[in-house]
Each structure stands twice: as structure tokens, then as C-alpha cells.
């Protein structure tokens, strides 16, 4: 595993005409291992502009698909760094539009394909073409927030990843991460979801103070499912803007680890 502190010491080095050179050569050899103090370097407005622009042009390098948002936002209010966003972009999506922020968007969420295709007569085509746009950054995004510490990912379109938990001795949680529209707001957000088994008598108490010390926003409820059975489920949102794999990770794992010991509590099983 590469040292943090060396990969922030070169990402250091990029504000540096006389380093940039020898530090953008070992980041590109280190590859997306550094990608993600690489993405908080290219969005720190405070960072030098060169430094921030050598971090991009490393992202499109890398071919890191979970960098499309944090791109997309460089695009729509950096004019300086514009140009580098927008090329990274097209290497990293295949798709050359340009600087035109509001047709990236239209890409990206799925707008342009559906009408592509609803031009050319095909409904289906529409609704699978929009989805695979987004469901290839999602699902890359996951798999490298996962990485090495997931028993099982898999991708169920559309936008639904389900990831297998190693917890406590030996046991497992199945939680799901599933990429969505904010219906209050419009905005794309992450909910990460999972359940502790069946509603019992203890719950409610157990519940409360579970809730006490979750962390990222989450809770635990219980639910009523479509057969009428009642249900103790964890659930945690956040903006899509902020699912970086680092972040992403910490949420799945702690929502996991809480509502497997909540089920071995109530339960003495490993249902899920």
C-alpha cells in the first residue's frame, strides 16, 4: 500500500514548476490510489491553479470514473480550469460536447440519450441508454469505495448496488446503496439501507438507543413491508456531490457493523 504522506507530498510538488515533472510521473505510476486526494486537491479553490490543473489532467489519466461529478462541478465554476475539466470529461465518458456545462448535465443525467433515441423511435432503447450513463460512474464509484473490504458487490439497474459486510466473528451484512432523486428536492442523493431482521418486543428500546450513537445521519426505524411483516431498518442519506469513496466506505461500513450487532442483540442470529 503507497505511504499517505508520500502521495500528499507529491500532490504538493505539482504547485512547483521545478517537481511537477518528476511528481506527475510517480502519481501516474502510484494510479488511483491517489485519486482521491488527487479529487480533493482539483476542487480546493485555495490550492494552487496549476497544481489543481495537474490533478485533473492525472484523473483523466487514470481514467477515474468517480471523478465525473467532482468534474462536472470544476466545469460549471472554474473558467480557469474549464478547459482541463471539459477534456477530462470526454476522455473520461467517451463523449466530446464541449464546454457546455448545461449539455453535460443533460448527458450525464440521461436526458440527452432519451432523446436520441425517442428521435429514432426507440422507447426502450431511451430508458436503457439514459440508465447506462449513470449506472457506470455509480456502480465504479462503489466498487472502488469497496474495494478489498467487501465480500460481494453486485449492480442491479437502475442504481441499486448490493454489498456483502464482513462483521464481528465471523458474521455478514447485506446493505444496499441505492442512487437516486431526492423527491423533495430534485437533487441526486445516496441512501444507504439495510435491516436487523423482524420487529420485536425489544426493538423500540434497542432502537432508541442505537439512535443515540449512529453516525452521517443515520437511523434506525422500523418499517412495515409490502406482506404487512414490520421490519427494523437502517437508513442514511447524503447528496450524490458528496459520495467520495472514502466517504462512501466509512457510511456502508458503520451502517453495517451497527445493524448487525442491533440483530445479534435482538435476535442471536445472522439473518442478513
Known amino acids: 500500500m503507497t505511504d499517505t504522506r508520500k502521495i500528499e507530498g507529491l500532490l504538493a510538488d505539482l504547485a512547483g514548476w521545478k517537481t ?16 482521491e486526494p488527487a479529487m480533493r486537491l482539483a476542487q480546493n479553490p485555495d490550492a494552487a491553479e496549476n497544481a489543481r490543473w495537474a490533478a ?3 484523473l ?15 466545469l460549471k465554476a472554474e473558467p480557469h480550469l474549464r478547459g482541463e475539466a471539459c477534456r477530462a470529461l470526454q476522455i473520461l465518458t467517451g463523449r466530446e460536447i464541449g464546454e457546455d456545462t448545461a449539455a453535460w448535465e443533460r448527458f450525464l443525467n440521461g436526458d440527452e440519450a432519451r432523446d436520441d433515441a425517442a428521435a429514432a423511435g426507440g422507447v426502450a432503447d431511451a430508458k436503457a441508454a439514459a440508465s447506462a450513463v449513470r449506472d457506470d460512474v455509480d456502480f465504479s464509484l462503489i466498487r472502488e469505495a469497496m474495494q478489498g473490504v467487501a ?23 447485506q446493505v444496499v446503496a441505492c442512487f437516486q432523486t431526492d423527491p ?50 437502517c437508513r ?8 467520495r469513496p472514502e466517504l462512501l466506505r466509512e457510511i456502508i461500513l458503520h451502517v453495517a457493523h ?15
Open 20 to 35: 511537477r515533472h518528476v511528481a506527475r510521473t510517480a502519481l501516474v505510476k502510484i494510479g488511483p490510489a491517489a485519486a
Open 56 to 58: 485533473i489532467t492525472l
Open 60 to 74: 483523466a489519466e487514470w481514467k477515474h470514473a468517480p471523478a465525473v461529478p467532482v468534474l462536472l462541478a470544476i
Open 151 to 173: 465480500q460481494e458487490v453486485s449492480w442491479e439497474a437502475p442504481g441499486y448496488a448490493y454489498i456483502r459486510c464482513p462483521c464481528a466473528g465471523g458474521r455478514k451484512q
Open 184 to 233: 423533495r428536492t430534485g437533487d441526486p442523493t445516496v441512501m444507504v439501507y439495510t435491516e436487523s431482521g423482524s420487529a420485536t418486543p425489544a426493538a423500540t428500546d434497542a432502537i432508541s438507543r442505537r439512535n443515540a450513537t449512529v453516525r452521517h445521519g443515520a437511523a434506525f426505524c422500523i418499517e412495515k413491508k409490502e406482506g404487512g411483516e414490520a421490519v427494523i431498518a
Open 236 to 243: 442514511c442519506s447524503i447528496p450524490r456531490s458528496q459520495a
Open 258 to 272: 451497527e445493524a448487525d450487532a442491533l440483530e445479534e442483540e435482538l435476535h442471536a442470529a445472522d439473518q442478513m
